[in-house]
């Protein structure tokens, strides 16, 4: 296990490093659409401070940043309403022979001004539906250790934004991200009777509920993130062949039947798990430099004592949403598995971003 997990932490190290080997002071993508702190255009105020903010904040600074300078020349209209934003998203992850494909819905309640105190700036609803695509998944296998990957599930995430007060020479105060989030899933199993051997199949309902709190500093571009979830998740019994004795013993040779005997059984899972995120800049020449980003996330669940350790790394770049593909790199062990697995994946239309995603 040491020997695997070397080679998989040098193969994902070399990696980073080269594509950080020429980087320039590391700022962090323009978000766009990603940020849902940033309002929409909503009244002529509001269309004077879009202008404003074209005119004078430099193409380097954060979106956040520039909402901090507008709002010290503008002032803060607490008469004008909170805006909402609605975002559709869709992703698709490859491991080895399956994808999941994920299609969600987001609304963002962003509440003008603030950053000087500690309070919400914005909350979101998001919905989505994941399903996976291929005859068997391994995605559980990568990254989060996630037994509902496998499963087609709903999923209705809320997440609340914070913001403290900047410490003394810095842009931007710590933001906080307080997340919850629930699942329920379907999923068919076929098997077969343990003593008629005759095929049956049955429909099972996994569901999940987890929190996670993030510390985001827009500051030096990086975020930290733990949390926990509990899974009532269900797996099939290994295959094996059984040859009855035949009613006629004067046959000289057994008929034999190979499947999964018996119904699904429970796989509870309880799921702790830290997160470093990083994006910064880097390219030969000044005016060529692309956006990478990458996160770091040990897993380790307690009921079936598995380590996991999910690495995607992000460096397909979009204009309008940032960072939307790349990557994926996998390892596990634990005492119920057979041997040390590493795998590698491909991410597209992922957003990635300090605040989540991905």
Not at 40 to 61: F, G, H
Not at 227 to 246: I, K, M
Request: charged share 25%; with cysteine; hydrophobic share 35%.
């Amino acid at each position: 296990m040491v020997t695997n997990f070397m080679q998989f932490t040098s193969i994902v190290a070399t990696l980073i490093v080269m594509l950080s080997g020429n980087s320039a002071q590391a700022i962090e993508q323009d978000r766009g659409a990603n940020d849902p702190s940033k309002p929409p255009e909503l009244s002529d105020r509001t269309a004077a401070i879009v202008r404003w903010k074209q005119e004078n904040c430099p193409p380097e600074m954060t979106a956040t940043m520039c909402d901090q300078l507008a709002e010290e020349v503008f002032g803060e209209d607490e008469d004008e309403p909170s805006s909402a934003i609605f975002k559709p998203t869709f992703s698709l992850t490859s491991v080895s022979e399956s994808s999941v494909a994920k299609l969600g819905l987001s609304k963002t309640q962003w509440r003008p001004g603030g950053g000087d105190v500690f309070r919400p700036e914005y909350n979101t609803w998001s919905i989505s539906i994941s399903t996976p695509i291929g005859s068997t998944s391994k995605l559980s296998n990568i990254a989060t250790l996630d037994g509902l990957a496998d499963d087609t599930h709903l999923e209705l995430t809320h997440t609340l934004f914070l913001r403290g007060k900047p410490s003394e020479g810095e842009n931007l105060g710590l933001a906080t991200l307080l997340e919850l989030k629930g699942k329920v899933g379907y999923r068919n199993f076929d098997f077969r009777d343990s003593v008629s051997l005759e095929t049956d199949d049955t429909d099972k309902v996994p569901w999940s509920i987890g929190a996670t709190v993030s510390f985001v500093d827009e500051n030096k571009y990086q975020s930290f993130r733990v949390g926990s979830e509990y899974q009532n998740d269900f797996d099939q019994v290994d295959q094996s062949t059984r040859c009855p004795l035949p009613a006629d013993m004067t046959n000289n040779f057994l008929e034999c039947t190979t499947g999964r005997f018996g119904e699904p059984t429970d796989d509870d899972r309880f799921l702790a798990f830290g997160e470093y995120r990083k994006i910064f800049q880097t390219g030969l020449k000044q005016e060529n430099l692309v956006s990478v980003g990458f996160k770091i996330r040990p897993s380790y669940d307690f009921e079936r004592k598995v380590f996991g350790l999910d690495v995607p790394i992000y460096f397909v770049n979009s204009k309008k949403t940032g960072l939307v593909g790349g990557v994926r790199f996998g390892f596990t062990e634990g005492d119920d598995q057979k041997e040390d697995d590493i795998q590698f994946g491909i991410v597209v239309g992922t957003s990635f971003n300090l605040f989540g995603g991905g």
